[in-house]
């Protein structure tokens, strides 16, 4: 087994406090090298992770996190937390089917203080908690770690609101590496450019200061320039946006100077009100292919170690082929604008970007501003595609329904890792998008199952549609069924004479349904296999007709059941009717197999569940 020094040492957070400064440097080294080995065979966030490792291991020597409640936003920084808080020993684990979660999980460790994997919420956990602690007359201290990305978002700025004036003592530490996954965007990002210079002002004035001291009555002088500075200071300097909103600031400090973090949080720490602690680091610190390209190496799966090369060769998958299909669009139509919510590379806009610089428009973590802004858009004349990941898209919900919906706006949502993610769990999957979606009035869903029918249904949503649309796709790869069935709103896609069973599904599992089909074959049984493509109004109609197909009917979705197409099928299907989907619970992360198998929507599960069924004679509804 390989050994990394000191770190092998380390048996939990108080360890770290009995350490000079010069072994917490040489443990930061260890950590770097365990997190690039251990990384590269699970895969995970490996740049965020390597670029906090001083500020991480500052926060476990100067707080206790088993009693303080230090909440990293997103959590996909957590790495160095969760080494130091007893889950080293796991950690090849990691976002592996039992295995040790992402992101901060507290049924992991009491020392995660809530559950994260969305961004920008940080400061509002931070703030509730310490309200508790106010109200409950304890005594802890409360940090938010948030990243200048997760300062896009609004919510962020809700709770400064909030915070800066709630004469709470709370420490918000920036961890500004000048990087969301892609380069940081915005007038936000501006602000800090420019505060991340203003150490030349201060050193500058140190000198000063030292040097007035030096000369007789110099240091009485020195005071009262200082005093008269201040008052001048607030008039004339642009004081940062989060002294304005109540909060002392401190930095910025370089995030990779161990003792300088370390002082400044144990100076936090005492201050009895809201605190900023303005930290910069960099992305990727500490090993070249990351440093170089942090972008690529935010979320990475396995790879070589030593060269840093990916040992999976780059699948066309259904992003990319989405963002290649949506510049040929818009090269014949000037209207078609791009816009993402801080995740140009995952959605598969970057070509797109590069090309159509005018219209694209990647607004941050902002997914509600990027749905009310394509309102506006489309208002005025303009054929706004917005691509968001399901789960992310719940945060625009609001603006779906109130800035797109009721005016009947013509915006096209390409709604990205739909259905089950894997890795990233339960904050990540998209399988609420087919329930919040159809609640809409007037919205219509498209479930494309393979590269082709998405292309076809990009171009029913740009130009044969009317008002709100959305195309639901998975992540990664098509699979086996490659025929483009669009043009119908429901498709046959496996005839069988006299069927024992019609499986009904929809989008990337139609797949597993066909797959089921042979087996159930190769056991005697009849099995025709439908796939739902469109989900709007004419549903039900579709439903019916497939209805009439067999007496017993299995429908087979990567959602959750409540608000999918198995419930509408039990308002309509007479005979006997089983529904295979995610249930309505919050799944384990584990690759997406192992998920499909944990739900018992993977081929074989459902040929088993129905096998077993015809031979019991039951009835699966409910
Ligand atoms: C609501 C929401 N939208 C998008 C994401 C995807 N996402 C995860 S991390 C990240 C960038 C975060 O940047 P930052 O906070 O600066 O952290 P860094 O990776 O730079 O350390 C994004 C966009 C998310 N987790 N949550
Ligand atoms: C932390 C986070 O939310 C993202 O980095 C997410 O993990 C990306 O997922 P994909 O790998 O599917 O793009
Ligand atoms: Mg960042």
């Known amino acids: ?90 950690f090849g684990t990691l976002r592996q089917y039992g295995g040790l979660s992402g992101f901060m999980r507290p049924e992991e460790s009491d020392t995660d203080p809530c559950v994260t994997g969305h ?38 700025y809700e709770a400064l609101n909030s915070a800066g004036t709630s004469g709470e003592p709370l420490l918000v530490v920036l961890n500004d590496n000048n990087m969301s996954i892609a380069q940081n965007v915005g007038g936000l990002s501006r602000h800090l450019s420019r505060l991340r210079v203003s150490p030349r002002y201060l050193h500058a004035k140190a000198r000063v200061k030292e040097r007035l001291a030096r ?28 002294e304005q909103m109540g909060f002392t600031y401190l930095g910025p400090v370089d995030g990779h100077d161990l003792k300088s973090v370390c002082e400044l949080l144990a100076q936090a720490k005492k201050m009895k009100k809201p605190v900023l602690l303005h930290v910069m680091t960099q992305k990727g610190r500490g090993y070249a292919p990351s440093e170089q390209e942090p972008e690529k190496y935010h979320g990475v799966s396995s790879f070589d170690p030593l060269t840093g090369r990916f040992e ?14 949506l510049c040929s669009f818009a090269e014949k139509d000037g209207r078609i604008c791009a816009i993402t919510a801080a995740m140009p590379s995952g959605t598969g806009l970057g070509p797109f970007a590069f090309r159509f610089p005018t219209r694209f428009f990647d607004v941050g973590i902002a997914e509600e501003h990027a749905a009310a802004m394509a309102a506006g858009m489309s208002a005025q004349g303009l054929l706004p595609v917005v691509a968001i990941y399901s789960t992310f898209l719940q945060r625009a919900y609001d603006q779906l329904i109130h800035d797109v919906a009721i005016s009947g706006l013509h915006v096209v949502f390409c709604v990205d890792r739909a259905g089950i993610v894997g890795a990233d769990g339960a904050t990540h999957n998209g399988v609420l998008d087919v329930a919040f979606l159809r609640a809409i009035p007037g919205m219509k869903i498209f479930c494309p199952s393979n590269f082709a029918e998405l292309r076809s249904m990009l171009s029913d949503a740009l130009y ?31 005839e069988a004479e006299r069927p024992d069973a019609v499986l009904l599904t929809h989008g990337i599992l139609v797949n597993e349904a066909l797959a089921a089909a042979r087996l159930l074959e190769e056991r005697g049984l009849r099995t025709q296999v ?10 039900k109609e579709q439903l019916g007709r497939i209805s009439e197909q067999a007496d017993w009917c299995v429908v087979l979705e990567d959602v959750v059941q409540s608000g999918g197409l198995g419930e509408t099928m039990a308002q309509i299907h007479r005979g006997r009717l089983d529904l295979l989907n995610t249930g309505d619970r919050f799944l384990p992360h584990g690759s997406v197999s192992d998920i499909y198998r944990v739900c018992g929507i993977d081929a074989e599960s459902v040929a088993d569940y129905i096998t077993e069924k015809r031979k019991a004679g039951g009835n699966g509804l409910g």
């Open 215 to 242: 000369i007789p009555g110099g240091a009485a002088v020195s005071r009262a320039i200082s005093r008269a500075k201040a008052r001048v200071k607030r008039f004339v300097l642009p004081t940062s946006l989060f």
């Open 464 to 494: 044969h549609e009317e008002g709100p649309v959305a195309i639901r796709y998975p992540r990664g790869a098509e699979g086996a069924f490659q025929r483009d069935t669009s043009a119908e709103p429901a498709a046959c896609v496996r």
């Open 312 to 325: 999976a060769a780059g699948e066309m998958d259904f992003s990319t082929f989405f963002g290649k299909e």
């Open 1 to 90: 087994m390989k050994r990394y020094g000191i770190l092998d040492t380390i048996t939990g957070p108080a360890d770290l406090r009995g350490l000079s400064y010069d072994s917490l440097s040489v443990l930061c080294a260890s950590l770097r090298e365990f997190i690039v080995d251990s990384v590269s065979k699970t895969g995970g966030h490996l740049a965020s992770n390597l670029g906090v490792v001083e500020l991480a291991v500052a926060l476990e020597r100067e707080f206790d996190s088993s009693r303080d409640r230090i909440i990293y936003d997103v959590g996909h920084q957590s790495y160095v937390h969760k080494i130091l808080t007893g889950r080293r020993d796991r």
């Open 530 to 539: 439908w796939k739902v493509n469109r989900i709007d109004g004419a549903l």
């Open 119 to 156: 961004a920008s919420n940080s400061v509002s956990v931070a703030l509730g908690m310490a309200h508790a602690r106010t109200i409950r007359n304890q005594k802890y201290h409360v940090v938010a770690v948030i990243g200048d990305g997760a300062m896009t978002g609004g919510m962020a």
